[in-house]
Antibody, heavy 125, light 107 residues
Framework: EVQLVESGGGLVKPGGSLRLSCAAS????????MSWVRQAPGKGLEWVGR??????????DYAAPVKGRFTISRDDSKNTLYLQMNSLKTEDTAVYYCTTDEYSSSSGTTSFDYWGQGTLVTVSS | DIQMTQSPSSLSASVGDRVTITCRASQSISSYLNWYQQKPGKAPKLLIY???SLQSGVPSRFSGSGSGTDFTLTISSLQPEDFATYYC?????????FGQGTKLEIK
């Protein structure tokens, strides 16, 4: 059974930093592309960024609002995904979900197949 | 970024109704369109990928169609557990974007 468990959320002041973790199990993590998606209170879903598998280059992509402030990394030996968030702003307040970023060879498309339960980050003074 | 616009933003319907939600992309995205269901306090769940492919385990009353810029999610006969918020999402561009959501409520 695929499991994704996020941790590390909490209250942080504007300008501060926080690192989220996502522990993965039930699938071959090292082969997986992974993404972070966030949801501000009462709002819709917003993609934050992704990291590809090392065999696919291990490269990262980010949404414009977080580029230069957030960094996604992975430790395949620990089956863990990370999101380092720096220079946090009040508008970064959200539940942060980690997701698998699945590629379908039959359709050539990607989709977020599995999601964690989310961890809440609150940025407030 | 590619903008995704869903309509309606909210919808009231009854158990047994046939419901259709529309998603429009600001440019052609071929069939790079997914649909998700989210219930309050829960993570989203993938329903449809590649515009019309049903995710494993999802009931057959859910179906998707469309290509290019216009897409639809149809629920053929609403069940009590289907009342939730639905999101479309494009994976055509590197910068993934979601629609704003459609909240499906009980009439």
């Amino acid at each position: 059974e695929v499991q994704l468990v996020e941790s590390g959320g909490g209250l942080v002041k504007p300008g501060g930093s926080l690192r989220l973790s996502c522990a993965a199990s039930g699938f071959t993590f090292s082969n997986a592309w992974m993404s972070w998606v966030r949801q501000a209170p009462g709002k819709g879903l917003e993609w934050v960024g992704r990291i590809k598998s090392k065999t696919d280059g291990g490269t990262t992509d980010y949404a414009a609002p977080v580029k230069g402030r957030f960094t996604i990394s992975r430790d395949d030996s620990k089956n863990t995904l990370y999101l380092q968030m720096n220079s946090l702003k009040t508008e970064d307040t959200a539940v942060y979900y980690c997701t698998t970023d699945e590629y379908s060879s039959s359709s050539g498309t990607t989709s977020f197949d599995y999601w964690g339960q989310g961890t809440l980050v609150t940025v407030s003074s | 970024d590619i903008q995704m616009t869903q309509s309606p933003s909210s919808l009231s319907a009854s158990v047994g109704d046939r419901v259709t939600i529309t998603c429009r992309a600001s440019q052609s995205i071929s069939s790079y369109l997914n649909w998700y269901q989210q219930k309050p306090g829960k993570a989203p769940k993938l329903l449809i990928y590649a515009a019309s492919s049903l995710q494993s385990g999802v009931p057959s009353r859910f179906s998707g169609s469309g290509s290019g810029t216009d897409f639809t999610l149809t629920i053929s006969s609403l069940q009590p557990e289907d009342f939730a918020t639905y999101y479309c999402q494009q994976s055509y561009s590197t910068s993934v974007t979601f629609g704003q959501g459609t909240k499906l409520e009980i009439k």
